[in-house]
């Protein structure tokens, strides 16, 4: 059997399961129960000086 048809069949069998499964400890670990707060703090970086990005509002009711 020479190199590329090896290579092939490795591809087609192992390595697909591998990498299957690989996918699939992703997704779990992305998800898991535990991850929620990571998540959520990463997510409201953007949010976190929204105070000081804000327009200056006119002062004593001028329109201009």
Known sequence: ???YSLL???ADSWMLLAMTLFFLGVILWAFR???TKA???TAN???RNDST???DTPKN???S
């Open 33 to 35: 129960p535990g991850s």
């Open 53 to 55: 990005a804000t327009p």
């Open 45 to 47: 970086i953007p949010f």
């Open 39 to 41: 998540y959520r703090d």
């Open 61 to 63: 009711g001028d329109a």
């Open 8 to 10: 092939r069949e490795f």
């Open 1 to 3: 059997m020479e190199t």
